[in-house]
């Protein structure tokens, strides 16, 4: 590596704050969802994350119970894909970060292509030297 590209790592990560990691865990999040990568988007959340997806009927307090969850929403109607469109993030502290938006689901059911589209909620906090999701909301778009 030379003198320059290792400088320009070094300034890369002296200016990337707490927004800019949090989102790094979203493009993780969205890549693990559209691979459908069960462990991958299971390992971004805290073990203590609190968590409400689409289709919960409670919260869920347990990784297992987020396991469970993403072992029913990505091994089915395959392929799938997750887009975070319009959202904002709002630095809470420099270990919590908020972001909120609108997202697009897509998949394929009985072999014909739907999407959804809904409001979603991550809060992304450092947990000793990690950035994991700590709360997940997602719900239905309203008609």
């Given at each position: 590596?030379?003198?320059?590209?290792?400088?320009?790592?070094?300034?890369?990560?002296?200016?990337?704050?707490?927004?800019?990691?949090a989102?790094?865990?979203?493009?993780?999040?969205?890549?693990?969802?559209?691979?459908?990568?069960?462990d991958?988007?299971?390992?971004?959340?805290?073990?203590?994350?609190?968590?409400?997806?689409?289709?919960?009927?409670?919260?869920?307090?347990?990784?297992?119970?987020?396991?469970?969850?993403?072992?029913?929403?990505l091994?089915?109607?395959?392929?799938?894909?997750?887009?975070?469109?319009?959202?904002?993030?709002?630095?809470?502290?420099?270990t919590?970060?908020?972001?909120?938006?609108?997202?697009?689901?897509?998949?394929?059911?009985?072999?014909?292509?739907?999407s959804?589209?809904?409001?979603?909620?991550?809060?992304?906090?450092?947990?000793?030297?990690?950035?994991?999701?700590?709360?997940?909301?997602?719900?239905?778009?309203?008609?």
């Open positions: 590596m030379s003198a320059s590209a290792f400088l320009a790592t070094l300034s890369t990560v002296a200016i990337a704050g707490p927004k800019e990691e989102l790094q865990v979203l493009e993780k999040w969205t890549k693990a969802f559209t691979d459908s990568d069960v991958g988007i299971v390992r971004l959340y805290a073990p203590d994350a609190l968590f409400l997806g689409t289709g919960s009927k409670t919260v869920v307090v347990k990784p297992e119970g987020i396991r469970t969850y993403f072992e029913n929403a091994l089915n109607n395959r392929p799938r894909s997750a887009t975070l469109g319009d959202y904002v993030p709002m630095t809470l502290s420099d919590a970060v908020v972001i909120t938006g609108l997202d697009t689901v897509t998949g394929v059911r009985d072999e014909k292509p739907f959804a589209v809904g409001r979603v909620t991550f809060v992304v906090a450092k947990r000793d030297s990690d950035w994991l999701i700590v709360h997940f909301h997602r719900s239905a778009m309203p008609n």
